[in-house]
């Protein structure tokens, strides 16, 4: 692959929304050897404001435009995920590494052709799943590495979530729900962060079998998912996710259980993880998280690219999640 020649990473983003206001793009700019250079926006006011706030020099409402500006470098697409395909590709034929938020498409089949693009292109593919760099899901890594549980036997993933009329007010504007755009519902969110760091912690996963079902008829993605799955490796798993439960049924709990223990953990919270093991006994874990919480994947992404680094999330490992999220109810 080839990597940034002039010792310097300068990001041009396409699609300054939420997620670039605190999580990504200003750990661009504290990252050695990296600057956020323009950003694009189809809503001039709004791109102009974020410019204005963030001190980008450069904005701009056309994508291609932004692509072609010989200044940037490497493109990161923070755009909702029907259009990551497009713009993956559009980028790998200007020969830019490319930088794409969660999940990484709609369907494994456009994870396929976006990776095909960019190794036709010879430029890297990188995704946004950074808890593979965050400090307590690296421990609970070298926690099942080390033996703290002995063999890892299964993991079981549970998620109920509270229907909030909040979120599902104004349908027209609520992509994560519109599976046009988003490819599913809530699950394609949130469960690709989960299933994403099974992935890193357990390795790939090679059987799926589920259910999908709209039980409430809020909206027209999914609202229940039930699932079983089985590593590489032997492990065995199982979740559920269900997005209109009660309050007082909220979890967020995912449990890796070993011939000698178990560790715990939600993926949604802060950083704790819970170790109860017949080798250490009882330990709880805590680690402060950085402010912009994409700052260490993004660090690890441009050492990737200058050659002195390399990144744990990229366009392979991120598809196999897709495909896992593919499986289910198919």
């Known amino acids: 692959m080839k990597k940034i020649e002039d010792n310097e990473v300068r990001w041009g983003i396409l699609g300054v929304g939420d997620v670039c206001e605190l999580k990504s793009a200003p750990a661009m700019n504290l990252v050695e050897n990296s600057r956020l250079v323009a950003v694009m926006r189809r809503n001039e006011e709004k791109v102009k404001d974020y410019a204005r706030r963030h001190h980008v020099p450069k904005w701009y409402t056309d994508a291609d435009e932004l692509i072609n500006d010989p200044e940037v470098n490497a493109i990161y697409i923070a755009t909702p995920p029907h259009v990551h395909k497009e713009l993956t590709l559009k980028a790998a034929a200007a020969g830019k590494p490319v930088y794409v938020e969660k999940p990484m ?14 190794e036709a292109a010879g ?68 469960a690709s962060h989960q299933l994403d760091f099974l992935d890193f912690a ?56 070993g011939s000698k223990g178990q560790i ?15 080798i250490e006994g009882g330990k709880l874990f805590e680690f402060d998280l950085p ?32 495909w896992v999220m593919d499986q289910i109810g198919h």
């Open 264 to 278: 715990s953990y939600e993926t949604f919270g802060d950083g704790k993880l819970i170790l109860d093991s017949e």
């Open 202 to 257: 357990l390795g790939p996963i090679m059987k799926v079998k589920g259910f999908k079902t709209n039980q409430a008829g809020i909206y027209e993605a999914e609202d229940l998912v039930v699932a079983t799955f089985e590593f590489e490796s032997g492990v065995m798993g199982s979740g559920s996710w269900c997005f209109t439960s009660s309050k007082v049924s909220e979890k967020d709990s995912t449990t890796i259980y």
């Open 291 to 322: 402010k912009h919480i994409q700052n260490i994947l993004i660090q690890d992404i441009v050492g990737d690219m200058l050659g002195i680094a390399s990144s744990p999330s990229t366009g392979m490992s991120a598809a196999r999640t897709n």
């Open 123 to 190: 430029v890297p593919l990188y995704v946004a799943y950074y808890r593979r760099t965050l400090p307590h899901f690296v421990k609970i890594k070298e926690l099942i590495a080390a033996g703290a549980i002995g063999e890892v036997r299964y993991v079981n993933i549970q998620m109920n979530q509270v229907l909030r009329p909040d979120i599902v007010r104004n349908l027209t504007n609520n992509w994560r729900i519109n599976p046009e755009v988003a490819g599913g519902g809530y699950f394609y969110d949130l």
């Open 105 to 118: 498409a709609r369907t494994y089949e456009e994870c396929k052709e976006m990776m095909a693009a960019c």
